[in-house]
């Protein structure tokens, strides 16, 4: 039973530049969330899918946008990159909709923009 | 505003002592209370999650407490091992948002 899966594992991009992550939810799991944790930082939560929709969001602007799929999976979107979103990007999954259940984090993806 | 404070950040403790850690929250509504285990470079692992009716849930030689009054949780470990080296998370929940804590840094050394 796979985990939750993420990549790529690690990115260069530069300023101004489009980055796109990827997220597989663990198996039986419908619900994905994405956080950023700089470093030395806990997680901030960015926003969370279910069905397809967003359904929740935290306080990231615009340029971070993303996309649930119907095998459930997700795609993280930054436009126009900033300096300051150099991060470990983790995506999490659970069982339904809402924050009540486990979240399974998946290894992350580390994004560094120059 | 919803905040979540750790202390201390950082401590080292030999292998075999026991330690603990404390969060103090301000999250509101109040749905639960996490405690996360994250290894360098690795994601954010689950050890205990207690509601405002649970004081006390172990996991192993983990053992978290939670004072719903004083808005207070804490982290013991116990017997510690050279991989309980990370960084631990309190984590305070509503219906709809997690608040992470900076966490704690924990090494142990033989």
């Known amino acids: 039973d796979a985990g939750v899966t993420q990549s790529p594992t690690h990115l260069i991009k530069t300023r101004g530049q489009q980055v796109t992550l990827r997220c597989s939810p663990k198996s039986g799991h419908d619900t994905v969330s994405w956080y950023q944790q700089a470093l030395g930082q806990g997680p901030q939560f960015i926003f969370q899918?279910?069905?397809?929709?967003?359904?929740q969001r935290g306080n990231f602007p615009d340029r971070f946008s993303g996309h649930q799929f119907p095998n459930y999976s997700s795609e993280l979107n930054v436009n126009a990159l900033l300096l300051g979103d150099s991060a470990l990007y983790l995506c999490?999954?659970?069982?339904?909709?809402?924050?009540?259940?486990?979240?399974?984090f998946g290894p992350g993806t580390r994004l560094l923009v120059l | 505003k919803n905040q979540v404070e750790q202390s201390p950040q950082s401590l080292i403790i030999l292998e075999g002592k026991n330690c603990t850690l404390q969060?103090?929250?301000?999250?509101?509504?109040?749905?639960?209370l996490r405690w996360y285990k994250q290894d360098t470079g690795r994601g954010p692992v689950s050890l205990t999650i207690?509601?405002?009716?649970?004081n006390t849930k172990s996991n192993g030689r983990y053992t978290a407490t939670l004072d719903a009054d004083t808005k207070q949780s804490s982290l013991h470990i116990t017997a510690s091992q050279l991989s309980d080296s990370a960084s631990y998370i309190c984590v305070g929940s509503n219906d709809y948002k997690l608040s992470f804590g900076a966490g704690t840094t924990v090494t142990v050394r033989a």
């Open positions: 999490a999954s659970s069982n339904r909709w809402g924050l009540q259940e486990t979240q399974y």
């Open positions: 969060c103090n929250y301000t999250v509101s509504p109040f749905s639960n």
């Open positions: 207690m509601t405002f009716s649970e």
């Open positions: 899918y279910y069905e397809e929709e967003e359904r």
